[in-house]
């Protein structure tokens, strides 16, 4: 039998004593009492440690949850946006095109200031309903065929690493250098992605 924190434990009578007067003549009962230990203390304790655990593992789980299985659900539900080749991307007063693709050598596409030996040139026509400074080097990068990690842009012609001011309603041609890998050849480049607005460029049929 359990009783609640705080109440007064349960006193139970033992076997009554009895012993008899010899000048009254009558009987005198004497009852003792012993208490009940009704509560295991250890089991406060217990319960304590439990809950401490189960707040420890719940923050744990949310942190993993956090870094690892909620990336993918935004990507899924507020992901890249993919722009078909030579097809044009129209938002936010903004028109974006992928126009040319090629690699050092060929088509104009030659390396400038600190870019490595060896670039590919990716091509774009931008225009915009107002005057837009967003646009640079790093907020691009190149997925290609034979290689895990996406290229960073190393520069965008006349403009290095620094913004790319776009004067409104004023179509502009924006080429963006990135490195060639060991082997590597400007048909292995499958898309462009841009950070803002968030597109994903097809960079072949």
């Known amino acids: 039998m359990c009783h609640r924190a705080g109440a007064q434990p349960y006193h139970v009578g033992r076997a009554a004593l009895t012993a008899k007067s010899p000048t009254m003549g009558f009987v005198a009962q004497h009852k ?10 250890s089991q406060s304790h217990i319960g304590r440690g439990c809950l401490i655990w189960g707040g420890v593992l719940g923050i744990v789980v949310g942190g993993m949850f956090a870094a690892y299985g909620l990336k993918p659900i935004l990507k899924h539900f507020y992901g890249e946006q993919t722009v078909a080749w030579m097809a044009t991307y129209s938002g936010g007063g903004k028109e974006l095109s992928v126009t040319g693709v090629a690699q050092s050598g ?7 200031g ?7 040139c990716v091509t774009l026509r931008v225009v915009s309903d107002k005057e837009w400074e967003g646009l640079n080097a790093g907020d691009f990068t190149l997925q ?10 190393t520069s965008i012609v006349g ?3 620094s913004p ?6 004023v179509p502009m041609t924006v080429v963006v250098h990135f490195p060639v890998l060991a082997g590597g050849a400007a048909d292995d480049a499958e898309y462009l992605h841009l950070t803002s607005p968030r597109l994903r460029f097809a960079l072949h049929d």
């Open 32 to 41: 003792t009492r012993r208490r009940l230990e009704t509560e295991d203390a």
């Open 106 to 112: 060929s088509g104009g596409c030659a390396p400038t």
């Open 114 to 120: 600190s870019d490595p030996a060896k670039v590919t």
């Open 144 to 153: 290609v065929s034979n290689q895990h990690d996406w290229l960073d842009a």
């Open 159 to 161: 403009h290095g690493t």
């Open 164 to 169: 790319v001011r776009v004067t409104a309603n």
